[in-house]
């Protein structure tokens, strides 16, 4: 079953004359993701590896059946670019592009809510369901079909403990990259919920960093509602100083709040097992679900 995508997902790329989107349009490709149109303003009419481009995207909606997005689109332009496929009522939308600013993501966000649609990102390596389909930016070799879900803030960890996780033979449901952004359309609660309810996830491993309480409020949910599947976690960014920012936007220690120590403490009081070492989580999901 996996979660958000699946070979039933269609895709739109809007981009996708871009650099990066036609890029990343050829690998998903290649993975056999249905990518079915994209879109570039002024660029109607043309073709992308025998993908069809149009000027919106009610225009790629309508004509292709697509019910998905990524979105490839240059910062100063991704908000307009996402309240354009929220307007054409894609229900899944991957926002790759960083940078975007703080209160152009929270209008996203948003007008998204307002309208029942859900948004992955920004600054997120994207979804993937091994097998069925890759919606981003993540090599595709890290990861093989199997029973581990995968919610990450960060795209390169996930990438590398996907890769653990499947040499250890037990694979991966779905990996979300949730974006490394402190304004971001879907939660590690959110995810978790979705990963309750699917029948191919055995257990859940979440990849957090400093910055932000997803973490701590994933805590909160998974002791309140006795989750019932096991849950895994590493919180990167423990020797960062307070004040700095570390790679992304959102990993920030500030007023000696959001530390690696905050979280883990929270999340093992939730009966969360927490690893130091990255390295070792496939080692440790896999002794938990085959003793």
């Known amino acids: 079953m996996a979660i958000l995508v699946g070979k039933e997902t269609r ?16 690998l998903m490709l290649e993975y056999g993701t249905k990518v079915v149109s994209g879109v ?20 790629a909606v309508e004509q ?3 019910n998905a997005s ?19 009522g894609v229900p899944l939308i991957v926002v790759i592009t960083e940078g975007i600013p703080k209160l152009d993501a929270i209008d996203m966000v948003r007008e998204a809510q307002r309208k029942g649609i859900r948004i992955i990102g920004p600054n997120t390596p994207g979804v993937i369901s091994p097998g069925k389909c890759k919606l981003g930016i993540m090599p595709a070799f890290a990861y093989t079909e199997g029973c581990v879900g995968i919610i990450s803030r960060s795209g390169t960890l996930s990438y590398e403990i996907a890769y653990d996780i499947s040499s250890q033979g037990l694979g991966v449901s779905t990996s979300v990259g949730i974006g490394g952004d402190a304004i ?3 939660s590690i609660v959110e995810c978790l919920e979705l990963f309750r309810d699917d029948d191919e996830t055995e257990a859940v491993v979440i990849i957090g960093e400093i910055g932000g309480d997803e973490e701590e409020r994933a ?12 849950v895994f976690a590493y919180i990167a960014g423990r020797s960062a100083p307070p004040g700095k920012r570390m790679g992304h936007s959102g990993a920030i220690i500030s007023g000696g709040y959001g530390t690696a ?17 990255p390295y070792m989580l496939g080692k440790v999901v896999k002794d938990r679900l085959r003793r």
């Open 219 to 230: 805590a909160e949910y998974i002791a309140r509602t006795q989750y019932p599947k096991p």
């Open 261 to 277: 120590e905050s979280k883990e403490r929270a999340l093992r009081k939730a009966g969360v097992i927490v690893v130091d070492n």
């Open 184 to 186: 971001i359309g879907t």
């Open 11 to 26: 895709v739109v790329v809007q981009g996708i004359t871009g650099r990066e989107g036609r890029f990343h349009t050829k």
């Open 40 to 59: 570039r303003p002024g660029k109607g009419g043309e073709e992308v590896w025998g993908v069809p481009v149009f000027d919106t995207v009610q225009e």
């Open 70 to 88: 990524i979105v490839f689109v240059p910062a100063a332009a991704a908000k307009d670019a996402v309240l354009e496929a929220i307007d054409a």
């Open 64 to 66: 292709t059946g697509a």
